[in-house]
């Protein structure tokens, strides 16, 4: 560190104030240096310094920078004197390195050494010390696949991802990525554990987990490294690149520098060869500085030599891990301070010294004697340094704890030390048990060591003579070796000593902190014996640490150590991946479990059978990869419980021996199955026994051969012996109605074979797989081969296949543990309820099998449970193998009959059948369905409907699966496409259904609710499934349950006994868990009815035959009500003959109370049988039926298959729900009327539920019926068809505000009302006053089949048309407002209506429900609006007044105005109020030669002038002063016509008004005149100095202009003068034009202003406002005529010959913008609004000012507030006129700007989209290409260029752009297709051109080949094009290649080209040649230019 004398005695002031960011580089933490900040600079970087200040400097500068170069010369001769003679300063008394370049540097040093301070205590490396940027040395604690585990200093650890060991390796994972054949290098190949490397910190985690992450690449590491800082010696962290031939090419890190290592500087490494992306720590070999190349060498001696002070500069070369010699300069209290290399301080933490316990009195360390030591950790932010002098740590090689392992257990240990913190102890005795292990790995390794010894080929001779030769090399090479110092040696033995010390100590000490002591042992004093376990091994810092908790000492399970294969172990499940399970065996210790292993079948889902944080009793290991630190374990339970020895060695298997493991692999080509066993252990079984073999399955085989040193095994299947023969006898004792388990063997078409272990072969046919019919061939379909099954009954023998059959039914299995399935007939009584399964049908009914042979017959009386069905086809509904529930009906020794009708539901097996059905089905799901996400009780947004039906609505793909919500479910009828929200109600998961509610009712429900088993509730019926109801519990926050409804097997319908919306009690059964749901049981007798004290339900009474014979029909009996029921009464009329009364039959017509009030139990009554059917017996009581004659019934009861549309029937009311109300026609039929359909009365159809009563009795009429849904009406029994004028009532379904409401009229029926229907009061937003679900009254407009027009309007409804008044439209009584047709429409109407559509055709605004009016958009407004604008002004819905101006009442068409012209322009007289000789005012429309036609003005009275009564004498003289929009005065003298005829008053106002026209015609036309001079006077001067517009060389232009050199010939000057003087002349000539065009305007302004003052009308302040404009016209002008004056100061100027360049211009231009700019920004400072409401009220008087907008979104935004800054974008951009589009253009970009920051994709687009239609769609592009450019959104760029290239394919620019945006991202490939399509578009003409744009953008982006080649192309083809030889030489001259500059302009000289263009050639020949020539050079272009001249 070198300081210069003169520097520091005569300080430049200038130098004195010049701030170095790096200053603090060179400066060690503590100094305080006095100097000049230069002075503290290293040499070369005051070199630097000087060497700019000579650039600018003075004499005194270079005179101190010459003194300073003298001064370096000696110091270089002296060092090199003291080299030649040998001196050395090495061994100095002070210990400190003073090889120092100078005295000055010595000074400089020594002043620091005296002002640093040590610090009180050594800095200890916690956790809450380190800091991000910190590099430090570590050891490798633990190498995993993805990652290391590395040991800090003090006991900390790190963490090093995989992705941060080098920069190569990074690079081969993102190659494996995407290519799997590219192999990745495991770690361990790269580091092994203790290794100690440099890590640099790069993230520390939370003060909780105190996580510290760090990184090994070099590129973290040397980042603050510069390639001048390298010194030959210094060791650098780096990584191998790439091998080479030679040797390895490394990567350090370091910028422009590159390095090598030859394979001899590699062969000292402890690898043989090493890998790319290995890091290495190597030593600088050598420096080659002209290639920046950097030799390294891994030689041990060199990569832990010691540093001297000349090898480092400052803190940033200062790196970990060198070696020091340092001095103690202060012993701490837990340390040393040290000193090394002269001006570098640090300290040693104790723990470092080597010495425990430190003492600061009693330490060998003093400050006499040096100490080396390692560089531990270097905190670059923070500078300070940390040391360390520990042993293991200064040789650079990895601790040896000796015969201590992690884990170990030492039951005697004595504490030698006592502290605060814990207990230092020395280990003497270990466990027995760690003992023995050691004795046998000893005996291992010694045994191997001895092997070695006989196997070398190498004696210890040779070795030596090999060492010898090696040395004598090393001092032939080496110069200047330096021979062992006395201290060296010193150190050397004290070392030798502390290892010896060591040895003797026997197993060293360990560390017990505080918190690992029991309570009870901290009580312990020194000298006392405890007991301790190894926990910690800190190879960093050579420490071990303990612990005495009892509980922790004797665990089991502490390392791999512990473990052995095949143990059985809890483990517990720590998380499911998609390969296996990750289980914890302790907190520190995990395993894996493959996916085969998890279980003895492979599981689909294993997520759900293994849950995160299960704990899991029993598994076994399998593996044990100690070197990975990788433990495999299985979960089959065939391993774990098989009685087998686990296999883990090859040694240990023998021939015959019976071993037991998994099918691996099965290999192609019939080389046979591969078998794995234990700890890697394989076998294979040959190809001929593999044919049943399936990988994964368990098997048992017998070994046949092995070889244990080449570790193979062959293995067969074919066990034969005493287990067999066990197999055989089992069969034989086989037992029907056992419980058995096995695998499956084999599975045929409809059946599988599963061998078993006690009674060999069984089979299961496929519909014995589950209860459900359905679900059992999915179920078989999914089982394979090898599965294991269980719980396997054994339910019957099958004698021709004389094998077992089994059943896996859970209804079956259940039924035999319960003794509900009888095997023998003894087992049968009458009456109990039995289960079975279908064998057969016969014509007289159902076989229903039981336990072995025993079977019962099912009469079709006992299937019949629905009378309606018909009996041949009732055995259809039963399958072969279905389970059924039955009663027994009647038993004896030789018949069993039995029955399937309704029974009481049996509460256990009921819910148990339906638990099991949910169970299958969850077993069954349907796959690309997302199940997860559609859970029972879950919303569902966005549904689309698919298709509406009669039932319901279907919606489209939900997740995957399908959606189908029923009539009842739905808020509203849905069309096609609608969009809605719904709930799910169920799920059924193998057919991929899904049921939907979009009530609102249901909008909240719960899905864990808190109720208790046993618990009654009342439930709402929202599903009736086939077995079971889905229904919702209102009490409990409408928690969705299912109940089952019927038996398994009985043919019972429940949707004839419970109805949807009903309620119902009901009882929780079962309270669910996770996953599973909610089931409630139903009572006895249960039904969707509300119970009465006297009614009941139960199955329907039948009668049997013998009995029913005896009955007729049609004769009256004597009768007894027996019980009464939802919908009939059970009457007795003999004995055990029971019959039907159906709630119908009682009365004959419907009357106000309840029907079961005329009738009660035990009742006696006269009834009449008026039906037989199916056993059942109808009854009548109604006195018409029983009053006919004997024989006769009347009508037959009602039911579902002789019931007809239109039929009128009496009905019961079952139940009222929300807006339906349920009703029973028949037994087992019932309807539903919807609210409307059944009353007319208003407050009954409100009222349902109050005004409806159970039991209460209506005549209704059929109106649909399909399927089971059946709608009836009761206020409409005659079936009367709508028509127009019906008044009926309706129900609102839906809301728009556009098409108004959609209504149900009834159920089948739905309607429309307009908006103009809804009121006869227009007002806005019309629908707002209603709702779903309202009743409205409505009167029918038009009636069609299927939908019907309707109206809400009053006036409709009393026949009138009214003329209403509205507030919003003050005009509206003046004009009628509602038509009927178009015929009562006429033109010049104003009509009032609501828009219905807005689009490109115009606006259409609805006037009546049948007819609209069109309103073309240049009739939208008197302004010029966009189609965009006009859809916003004019939305859909909105009210709106309109003017007619055309009516077609032919084709109905009507066509209206929109403009307020038009609209509000009401006559203020009428016609009949003109009369003739009075005067009015009229305005010009038009003129037609000698005729003008007028209006009256404020009226749409048209009038007629003729030019003899005009004033003037020439129709052209009138056509000149009567322009249109002219106001005049005339009077009307003939009014009998069409058109008024008048006759001008005031000839003089009128032609006052054309001159004034005139004037500003005039004005505009001397604008353009002089525009018109000025440009062409531009053109000449451009044509002279005509040169390629182009930025690249407008600075070289600019000079060569100011440089001309080339003599001008006398020609050229005569020519020059001759220009100058036709300038002057035009110049003249401009002038006098101006001056007498600005006479005749002051001459015409003092006749307006004369004329006005005479005149004697009043004309409105007309010529006030066209004095204004005159006045501001003439402002204009002079503004205008100043911008002529500059305009042609400028050609004056730029036509003399001391004009200003095109360089200054600009720079003068420039600075007058930025002096504005400068302006604003003072104005906009002074008065800066603050807050929202001055921006506003600064946009009261700015409203058109784009910059106060902008302002006011940059405010809003710098408060968060995004939304208003928006609003505000949105408000601007309608607000600012239009005629102002570059103000409007600001606003849009600055929007654009927020939205592409703030927004997201969806408001992005709408806010380009407007911009596009609102500005010039070219201009928002760019915008957008800018944006996209700024955040580097390069994907999004390149669809924009797109787009852009196909819109605007004919502009170059556009192209241009895209192309530099390909080339910019170096895509040459798509940059040819880009050029070939581009020429396509762009017009020829502009081809060169756009190629030309192409090769200089190849220029820019370094692609200088390419674009050479397309300039050549050009000029080869257009050689006179010079615009593009300008070019090319520009491009050329930046490229730097002087001779093909030279050839190229030698080229242009040559060309024959004009004399102008010529002259620029040489003019740039010349400069190039004086820049870059000679003197013959310079003169050879003169020549040439002389040569040129004279041809």
């Not at 040895?503 to 014996?529: C, H, M, R, Y």
């Not at 076998?683 to 048992?700: F, H, M, Y």
């Not at 008197?1422 to 055309?1446: C, I, N, W």
């Not at 020609?1611 to 006098?1632: D, I, R, S």
Request: glycine content about 6%; some cysteine.
């Amino acid at each position: 560190m070198a300081v210069d004398k003169e520097s520091t005695k005569e300080k430049n002031p200038k130098e004195e104030k010049k701030k170095e960011s790096t200053e603090e580089d060179y400066l060690p933490r503590g100094t305080s240096i006095k100097e000049s900040k230069e002075d503290a600079l290293p040499t070369k970087k005051r070199k630097e310094i000087v060497q700019i200040e000579n650039l600018f400097g003075g004499e005194e500068v270079k005179k101190k920078a010459q003194v300073e170069k003298e001064n370096r010369i000696k110091e270089r001769k002296k060092q090199k004197e003291q080299k030649e003679k040998g001196e050395e300063d090495d061994e100095e008394d002070d210990g400190v390195d003073d090889n120092i370049q100078d005295e000055d540097e010595r000074e400089v040093n020594q002043f620091i050494r005296m002002q640093t301070k040590a610090p009180e205590k050594a800095k200890r490396l916690d956790y809450f010390s380190l800091s991000t940027g910190t590099i430090l040395l570590c050891s490798v604690h633990q190498i995993n696949d993805l990652g290391m585990v590395l040991s800090l200093p003090f006991g900390q650890k790190g963490y090093v991802n995989i992705t941060e060991v080098s920069d190569s390796l990074s690079r081969i994972l993102e190659k494996s990525a995407k290519d799997e054949d590219i192999s990745i290098p495991s770690l361990s190949e790269f580091f092994k554990e203790g290794q100690i490397v440099r890590a640099i910190i790069v993230k520390l985690g939370t003060a909780e987990d105190k996580r510290v992450d760090l990184s090994l690449k070099s590129s973290r590491l040397n980042e603050k490294l510069r390639f001048d800082s390298i010194r030959v010696g210094v060791q650098i962290d780096a990584h191998i690149k790439s091998v080479e031939e030679k040797g390895y090419t490394v990567s350090t890190g370091i910028e422009n520098s590159k390095a090598f290592l030859n394979f001899d500087d590699a062969k000292n490494s402890e690898q043989k060869k090493l890998k790319v992306g290995q890091p290495i720590y190597a030593a600088v070999k050598d420096i080659k500085e002209s290639t920046k190349m950097i030799f390294l060498t891994l030689d041990p001696k060199k990569t832990n030599a010691r540093i001297k002070s000349d090898q480092v500069l400052n803190l940033s070369t200062l790196r970990p891990g060198m070696l020091v010699k340092t001095k103690v300069n202060t012993i701490l209290e837990n340390g040393l301070f040290v000193l090394f290399m002269d001006y570098f301080a640090g300290t040693i933490e104790s723990t470092h010294t080597g010495e425990f316990p430190f003492s600061k009195k009693t330490t060998q360390y003093s400050t006499e004697k040096p100490l080396v030591a390692k560089i531990l950790s270097i905190d670059y932010r923070e500078k300070v340094i940390s040391l360390s002098a520990l042993p293991h740590i200064v040789k650079g090689t990895p601790y040896n704890f000796g015969q201590v392992k992690f884990g170990d257990v030492f039951d005697e240990a004595i504490i030698e030390s006592k502290s605060k913190a814990g207990f230092l102890v020395r280990l003497v005795k270990k466990h027995s048990r760690h003992a023995k292990e050691e004795e046998v790995e000893a005996e291992e390794e010694s045994e191997a060591e001895e092997k070695d010894d006989e196997e070398s080929g190498e004696s210890e001779e040779e070795e030596e003579e090999k060492e010898e030769e090696d040395s004598s090399d090393e001092m032939e090479v080496s110069e200047n070796k330096e021979e062992k110092s006395e201290e060296d040696e010193e150190e050397e033995e004290n070392e030798e000593g502390e290892e010896e010390g060591s040895e003797e100590k026997g197993f060293g000490t360990a560390f017990i902190p505080l918190k690992n002591i029991e309570l009870v042992d901290q009580s312990k004093n020194k000298g006392d014996k405890v007991r301790c376990r190894i926990v910690t091994l800190n190879r960093t810092d050579g420490s071990l640490f303990g612990t005495m908790i009892n509980k922790i000492i004797d665990q089991p399970l502490l390392s791999l150590t512990d473990l052995e294969v095949g143990a059985i172990i809890p483990v517990r499940v720590e998380s499911v991946k998609p390969k296996g399970l990750i289980v914890s065996l302790t907190t520190s210790l995990k395993a894996f479990c493959p996916l085969h292993h998890m279980s003895d079948i492979i599981l689909q889902d294993p997520s759900k059978k293994f849950k995160v944080g299960t704990q899991i009793s029993r598994a076994k290991v399998l593996n044990i990869q100690n070197d990975k630190k990788k433990v495999t374990i299985t979960l089959k339970p065939s391993l774990i419980n098989s009685k087998y020895e686990p296999l883990a060695n090859y040694g240990d298997a023998s021939e015959n021996q019976i071993v037991q493991g998994v099918i691996a692999a099965i290999l192609d080509k019939n080389r046979g199955t591969i078998v794995e066993f234990y700890n890697g252990v394989k076998g294979l079984i040959p190809s001929s026994e593999s044919a049943d073999l399936e990988v994964g399955n368990t098997i048992k085989c017998k070994v046949t051969k092995v070889d244990a040193g080449r570790k193979r095994m062959s293995l067969t299947t074919s066990l034969k012996g005493d287990l067999q023969k066990k197999k055989e006898s089992n069969v034989a004792n086989q037992s029907i109605g056992q419980f058995v388990s096995g695998i499956v063997s084999k599975i045929n078409t409809k059946s599988i074979v599963v061998q078993t272990k006690k009674m060999g072969e069984v089979i299961i046919s496929d519909q014995h797989f589950s209860d459900y019919s359905t679900y059992s061939p999915i179920l078989k379909s999914n089982t394979k081969k090898g599965d294991p099954l269980s719980n396997i009954l054994l339910i019957a023998f099958d004698s021709k296949q004389n094998m077992l059959v089994g059943t896996l039914k859970p209804c079956l299995i259940d039924a035999k543990k319960n003794g509900d399935l009888p095997f023998e007939r003894k087992e049968v009584v009458q009456g109990k309820t039995i289960f079975g399964y279908v064998r057969g049908t016969r014509d007289n009914g159902l076989i229903v099998g039981f336990g072995g042979e025993l079977r019962g017959l099912v009469p079709l009386s006992g299937l019949m449970a629905d009378k309606t069905k018909e009996a041949e086809n009732i055995l259809e509904r039963y399958r072969k193998g279905q389970t059924v529930t039955c009663s027994v009906s009647f038993v004896s020794d030789d018949s069993l009959s039995l029955s399937l009708l309704p029974v009481h539901l049996s509460k256990s097996y009921a819910l148990k059948s339906l638990q099991n059905h949910f169970k299958e089905e969850d077993l069954l799901v349907k796959e690309g369905i997302e199940w997860n996400k559609l859970k029972i009780g879950t919303r569902v947004k966005n549904l689309i409907v698919d298709s509406s039906r009669v039932y319901g609505a279907t919606f489209k793909d939900i997740k995957g699966a399908k959606g189908i919500a029923l009539s009842h479910q739905l808020e509203e009828k849905l069309d096609e496409k609608d969009k809605v929200e719904g709930l799910i109600l169920d799920v059924d998961r193998v057919k991929g259904v899904i049921d939907i509610s979009t009530k609102k009712d249901l909008e909240t429900v719960e899905r864990s609710p808190k109720v208790s088993e046993g618990k009654e509730v009342k439930a709402v019926i929202q599903l009736v499934k086939e077995s079971y109801l889905v229904v919702t519990l209102s009490e409990f926050n409408n928690a969705i349950a299912f109940a089952p409804t019927k038996e398994l097997g009985a043919s019972l319908d429940a949707h004839n006994y419970y109805f949807l919306g009903s309620t119902i009690k009901a009882t929780v059964s079962s309270v669910p868990k996770a996953g599973e749901r909610l089931l409630l049981s139903l009572p006895k007798g249960s039904s969707a009815n509300k119970e009465k004290k006297n009614k009941t339900s139960g199955s329907i009474p039948t009668v049997d035959a013998k009995s029913l014979s005896g009955l007729v029909v049609g004769k009256n009996y004597s009768g007894k009500v027996k019980e009464i029921r939802s919908t009939y009464a059970v009457v007795t009329i003999g004995e055990g003959i029971s019959g039907v009364l159906h709630a119908t039959e009682i009365v004959d017509h419907p009357f106000e109370g309840i029907v079961w009030d005329l009738i009660k139990s035990d009742q006696k009554l006269q009834v009449r049988i008026i039906a037989k059917e199916d056993s059942i017996v109808f009854l009548s009581m109604k006195k018409s039926v029983t009053s006919l004659p004997e024989g006769k019934v009347g009508d037959k009861p009602v039911n579902a298959l002789n019931l007809k549309v239109g039929q009128v029937a009496n009905a019961v009311v079952t139940s009222v729900s929300g807006e339906n109300v349920s009703a029973s026609l028949g037994l087992n039929t019932s309807v539903r009327i919807i609210s409307v359909d059944f009353s007319n009365d208003l407050s009954v159809i409100n009222n349902l539920q109050e005004k409806v009563k159970e039991g209460m009795l209506v005549k209704c009429r059929v109106t649909f019926k399909e399927s089971k849904l059946i709608d009836a009406s009761v206020v409409n029994l005659k079936g009367k068809a709508l028509k127009k004028g019906d008044q009926i009532f309706a129900i609102v379904r839906s809301v728009d505000p556009v098409r108004g409401l959609t209504v149900q009229v009834s159920a089948q029926l739905w309607g429309k009302i307009p908006t103009s229907e809804l009121s006869d009061v227009l007002i806005r937003n019309p629908t707002k006053n209603f709702e779903k679900q309202q009743i409205v009254e409505c009167i029918v407009l038009v009636a069609e089949s299927k939908r019907v027009t309707l109206s809400l309007r009053e006036s409709r409804k009393k026949g009138g048309k009214p003329k209403p008044k509205s507030s919003e439209m003050p005009h509206f009584s003046h004009y009628q407002t509602f038509y009927d047709s178009v015929e009562e429409l006429s033109k010049g109407d104003v009509v009032h209506g609501y828009i219905s559509a807005s689009n490109e055709k115009g606006i259409f605004t609805q006037l009546n429900y049948q007819f609209e009016g069109r309103t073309p958009l240049s009739m939208c407004s008197d302004a010029r609006l966009t189609v965009d604008q006009v859809k916003e002004r004019y939305y859909p819905g909105s009210l709106v007044s309109a003017r007619v101006m055309d009516v077609n009442q032919a084709q109905k068409q009507i066509m209206l105005s929109l403009k307020d012209s038009d609209v509000n322009s009401e006559d203020s007289i009428e016609r009949k109020e003109v009369k003739e000789g009075n005067a009015y005012w009229w305005v010009v429309t038009d003129h037609y030669k000698d005729v003008v036609n007028t209006l009256l003005v404020n009226t749409r009275i048209r009038g007629i002038l003729f030019q003899d009564n005009s004033g003037f004498e020439t129709a052209e003289e009138m056509k000149k002063n009567f322009h249109q929009g002219v106001k005049f005065a005339a009077t009307a003298y003939n009014t009998k016509k069409e058109f008024i005829k008048i006759s001008v008053i005031d000839k003089a106002a009128v032609k006052l008004q054309a001159e004034n026209k005139e004037d500003k015609k005039e004005k505009a036309d001397l604008a353009q005149e002089r525009e018109a001079l000025v440009e062409s006077a531009k053109k000449r001067k451009l044509d002279e100095e005509k040169r390629p517009k182009r930025e690249e060389q407008k600075e070289e232009e600019d000079d060569e202009e100011e440089e001309e050199e080339v003599v001008e010939t006398k020609p050229a000057k005569k020519q020059k003068k001759e220009e100058k003087k036709e300038e002057k002349k035009e110049e003249k000539k401009v002038e006098k034009v101006q001056e007498k065009k600005r006479k005749q305007v002051e001459e015409k302004e003092v006749k307006v202003n004369q004329l006005s003052a005479s005149s004697g009308f009043e004309w409105e302040g007309f010529q006030s406002k066209t004095a204004k404009k005159n006045e501001e016209e003439r402002e204009e002008e002079e503004e205008e005529n100043e911008i002529a004056e500059e305009d042609m100061d400028d050609e004056e100027e730029t036509t003399t010959e001391k004009r200003l360049s095109k360089k200054q211009r600009r720079k003068e231009k420039e600075l007058k913008e930025q002096q504005i700019r400068e302006k604003e920004i003072e104005l906009g400072k002074e008065k800066e609004p603050t807050s929202a409401a001055e921006y506003e009220r600064l946009l009261l008087t700015s409203q058109n000012s784009s910059f106060v907008w902008v302002k006011y979104m940059s405010f809003l935004i710098s408060i968060t507030e995004i939304e208003k800054a928006r609003k505000v974008a949105d408000r601007a951009t309608k607000s600012i006129s239009i005629s102002d589009p570059s103000e409007k253009l600001n606003v849009w970009v600055a929007w654009l700007n927020l939205e592409y920051i703030y927004g997201d994709e969806n408001s992005q687009k709408a806010v380009f989209d407007k911009a596009i239609v609102y500005n010039d769609s070219k201009k928002i592009y760019l915008v957008l290409v800018d944006i996209l450019k700024q955040q580097r959104r390069l994907k999004d760029l390149e669809e924009v260029f797109g787009t852009m290239t196909k819109k605007f394919k004919t502009d170059s620019d556009i192209w241009k752009r895209y192309a530099s945006f390909l080339l910019q991202n170096d895509r040459q490939k798509e940059f040819k297709a880009m050029l070939d399509q581009c020429l396509k578009c762009v017009p020829k003409s502009e081809h060169v051109d756009t190629i030309s744009k192409f090769a200089q953008l190849h220029f820019k982006n370094e692609f200088e080949e390419i674009g050479r080649t397309m300039f050549e192309g050009i000029v080869s083809n257009y050689p006179k094009r010079t615009d593009v030889w300008n070019v090319y030489l520009d491009m050329e001259t930046k490229s730097g290649d002087h001779d093909r500059i030279r050839r190229l302009l030698d080229r242009v000289t040559s060309l024959k080209v004009s004399s102008k263009n010529m002259k620029n050639f040489f003019t740039k020949f010349l400069a190039f040649e004086k820049q870059h020539g000679d003197a013959d050079s310079v003169e050879r272009v003169k020549q040439k230019a002389r040569e040129y001249v004279a041809q």
